[in-house]
Nanobody
Framework: QVQLVESGGGLVQPGESLRLSCVASGSIFRINVMGWYRQAPGKKRRELVASISNSGGTLYVDSVKGRFTVSRDNTGNTAYLQMNDLKPDDTGVYFC?????????WGEGTLVTVSS
């Protein structure tokens, strides 16, 4: 089993920054991908915002390119999402995901609200 715990969400004004963290524990394999998904208010679907593989390869949704940066620590068990120049459309619950061995694990989510 794998446990994921997110932190770092909050209420900010447009143009401000936040840094989300996700700590993974349990049975983590060397080859995996950690990702951040966003569920906007009133939407059921979770949208992939950014992901990073164990080898450092990254992917971003077009709307956050140049503003968000995804990274992992040296152990590979903690992922970060640095979010700069936040916009109201970035509002939502951000979920951490770990994909390995064709299985997906999810955290409980952390709320990010961007509002003036």
């Amino acid at each position: 089993q794998v446990q994921l715990v997110e932190s770092g969400g909050g209420l900010v004004q447009p143009g401000e920054s936040l840094r989300l963290s996700c700590v993974a524990s349990g049975s983590i394999f060397r080859i995996n991908v950690m990702g951040w998904y966003r569920q906007a208010p009133g939407k059921k679907r979770r949208e992939l915002v950014a992901s990073i593989s164990n080898s450092g390869g990254t992917l971003y949704v077009d709307s956050v390119k140049g503003r968000f940066t995804v990274s992992r620590d040296n152990t590979g068990n903690t992922a970060y999402l640095q979010m700069n120049d936040l916009k109201p459309d970035d509002t939502g619950v951000y979920f951490c995901n770990l994909a390995q061995k064709a299985l997906n694990y999810w955290g409980e989510g952390t709320l990010v609200t961007v509002s003036s």
